[in-house]
């Protein structure tokens, strides 16, 4: 074996460790937060393959689009991002709360960076009582983070027409604080219930600097057609 191959092969080996040694550090980090168990999420995560991972890292700036299956929502976001099966709800969210809002995620994609960062990217549909306010339904939000242990900071919000786009820091005592960027959009009620997208852009506080361009261009991507 040449001395070129031996190196390359060396820094496969130790792009691996580098990829397992971080999911691992993050499985320990990310618990619960919003409500939503992440012991799912991290097992799904443990699914994935090294080679799935190192393909994902080798991706160029080059960008798919997801699309609602009712149409109505589209969103653009990097081909480095890696979809994971999302069919076990009830595993994931309380189903407490699957069946108030009448929850049903659309996407959970992975994103992951060779230095260890991590990122999640989460579309959910829901259904609110026609009534309900966004300020009213961040602070349900905010309730139920807070009987799950976690304290919900909203950093900055801004509302517009019918959607509100936030910001929001959760910590919990002896965990990692965790930062997010979030969307509701509401679309045209339905009798009593008007239906929302949720869209969540998650990563821990120490990484959202890491990632908050990227964030803030998959959100301006974001379309919706009624």
Same mark, same amino acid.
């Given at each position: 074996m040449s001395k070129v191959i031996k190196i390359l092969v060396v820094l496969v080996i130790v792009l691996l460790l580098i990829i397992v040694l +971080?999911?691992? *550090?993050? $499985? #320990?980090q990310l618990k619960q937060v919003g409500g939503v168990d992440f012991s799912e999420i991290i097992s799904q995560i443990e699914g994935l393959s090294s080679e799935q991972i190192l393909k994902s890292q080798a991706e160029k700036e080059s960008s798919k689009k997801f699309i609602s299956p009712d149409k109505k929502l589209k969103i653009e976001y990097s081909l480095r991002w890696i979809e994971t099966p999302s069919e076990s709800l009830e595993r994931i969210v309380p189903n407490e709360q699957i069946q108030k809002y009448n929850l049903t995620n659309l996407l959970l994609a992975q994103r992951f960076e060779i230095s260890g960062e991590f990122a999640q990217l989460i579309i959910d549909?829901? *259904? *609110? /009582?026609? #009534? &309900?306010? *966004? =300020?009213?339904i961040? /602070?349900? @939000?905010? &309730?139920?983070?807070? =009987? $799950? +242990?976690?304290? @919900? =900071?909203v950093i900055e919000s801004k509302t517009e027409n019918n959607e509100i786009i936030f910001e929001a820091r959760y910590e919990k005592s002896k965990s990692h604080s965790v930062y997010s960027k979030e969307k509701i959009i509401f679309l045209e009620p339905e009798e009593n219930n008007k239906k929302a997208y949720l869209i969540s852009f998650i990563t821990l506080n120490k990484d959202w600097l890491k990632f908050k361009e990227e964030a803030n261009k998959i959100f301006e991507s974001v379309e919706i057609s009624q």
């Open positions: +971080g999911n691992y *550090f993050l $499985q #320990q549909q829901a *259904f *609110f /009582d026609i #009534q &309900k306010s *966004f =300020e009213q961040i /602070d349900e @939000m905010q &309730k139920a983070n807070l =009987e $799950q +242990g976690w304290n @919900m =900071e």
